[in-house]
């Protein structure tokens, strides 16, 4: 009976061990005055305009980007697309242009993007990024630009932003 009781406690403690699977994906982190863009190395928080972060396999923290273009910049690379397991960006509706938010983020891979607006990002010309269709309706209304979704966003759009 001692024997058995061992064994199955054995067992119980051996079967802890090993990686630990993550409950769904990792939620979005705030920005911090200190951080830097994941591309280019420049400080975030001076940059107007939508940011984005993405969390990588075995990541302890998200990767973070200036704007959604040095993330999706990143993100088109073959060997960062594997790798990404949640994205995202921030909703433009509710935040203002020139300092957004960092507690209004959502994922990337359900927004809205409108594409060719009048208004910058860090780099210049930007993806402003919503959570609603409507809201991106509104903002190419008053910014110009045309809309789409996650999965049109592809490396030649990103060179040809204007």
């Known amino acids: 009976m001692r024997r058995a009781l ?3 406690l054995l067992l119980l403690a051996l079967g802890g061990c090993g990686e630990q699977q993550q409950a769904g994906p990792r939620p979005p982190v705030p920005f911090h005055d200190g951080d830097e863009c994941h591309v280019c190395g420049m400080l975030i928080a001076r940059f107007p305009g939508p940011k984005g972060e993405a969390w990588v396999r075995g990541g302890a923290r998200p990767l973070k980007f200036c704007s959604t273009r040095e993330l999706f ?9 594997a790798l990404a397991e949640a994205v995202y960006v921030h909703d433009m509706a509710q ?4 300092h957004p938010d960092d507690t209004r983020l959502i994922d990337a891979r359900k927004a809205w993007f409108v594409v060719g607006s009048d208004l910058k990002g860090a780099m210049g010309p930007t993806l402003a990024s919503f959570a609603r269709r409507e809201d991106a309706e509104a903002f190419a209304g008053r910014h110009g630009g045309r809309i789409i979704r996650y999965q049109d966003i592809a490396l030649d759009l990103l060179v040809n932003l204007k």
């Open 95 to 98: 935040n203002d242009w020139q």
């Open 73 to 81: 910049g990143w993100l088109l690379q073959p060997d960062s697309a």
């Open 6 to 8: 061992f064994w199955i």
